[in-house]
């Protein structure tokens, strides 16, 4: 069955310093890979996505992520975080033709000043 | 260009009562799909539609129903409430459902159940 997991439940990080935040997939074909962010009382909006070809992907707001095949993992990095980035992080799979996307549980994102 | 809408917003209910929630996908946009958000438990998929055809569903009760309208327009109904049914209900469309559209979400129902 297809799964997402995302390894940490929240991660607090300083203004100004990297964060990462861990996703591992499970689909081994035509996959197609996903990171969303989610605001307070707001529905989630699109960072980034994997759909094929370079395995790194840039994304809004200064967002990358890296598709690594061999550890089916879809990790997400930013080098430099401002406190406005403070909110919920979704990593997402779908499948080619199953009309179906499957989430992790959420990293909550802390930016402290 | 109009975002996804959702009504209503929020929704409070009791238990063994029925909800039917809305949502009006951004305009060309034929793909509808439902996850219902709770603490912990991330996005979970209910169904998606397309051109008024469920062509997918996750695994929820027989509670859990919807249907799509010939202008997209959505509706998932659940019956017979149950406590564990209070979430945060959110509809995302795009414009075929494919992984290569992007989803878009609306703000989601909050459905409180007494």
């Known amino acids: 069955a297809q799964s997402v997991t995302q390894l940490d439940s929240q991660v607090p990080v300083f203004e100004e310093a990297p964060v990462e935040l861990r996703c591992n997939y499970s689909?081994?074909?035509?996959?197609?890979l996903f990171w969303y962010v989610q605001y307070p009382n707001q529905g989630l909006q699109l960072l980034l996505k994997?759909?094929?070809?370079?395995?790194l992907v840039k994304g809004i707001n200064g967002f990358e992520a890296e598709f690594n095949k061999s550890q089916t993992s879809f990790h997400l990095r930013k080098p430099s975080v401002h406190i406005s980035d403070t909110a919920e992080y979704f990593c997402?799979?779908?499948?080619?033709?199953?009309?179906?996307?499957?989430f992790g549980t959420g990293t909550r994102l802390k930016v402290l000043a | 260009k109009a975002g996804v809408t959702q009504t209503p917003r929020y929704l409070i209910k009791t238990r063994g009562q029925q909800v039917t929630l809305s949502c009006s996908p951004i305009?060309?946009?034929?793909?509808v799909s439902w996850y219902q958000q709770t603490p912990g438990q991330g996005l979970q998929f209910l169904f998606e539609?397309?051109?008024?055809?469920?062509?997918n569903k996750g695994n929820f009760p027989g509670r859990f129903s919807g249907r799509q309208f010939s202008n997209s327009r959505s509706e998932m109904n659940v019956s017979t409430l149950e406590l564990g049914d209070s979430a945060l209900y959110l509809c995302?469309?795009?414009?075929?459902?494919?992984?290569?559209?992007?989803?878009?979400f609306g703000p989601g129902t909050r459905l409180t159940v007494l």
């Open positions: 539609y397309f051109s008024e055809t469920q062509r």
């Open positions: 305009s060309g946009h034929r793909s």
């Open positions: 689909s081994s074909v035509s996959v197609y």
């Open positions: 997402a799979e779908t499948i080619s033709g199953t009309y179906k996307y499957i």
């Open positions: 994997y759909l094929s070809g370079s395995t």
């Open positions: 995302a469309s795009s414009l075929q459902g494919e992984g290569y559209n992007e989803q878009f």
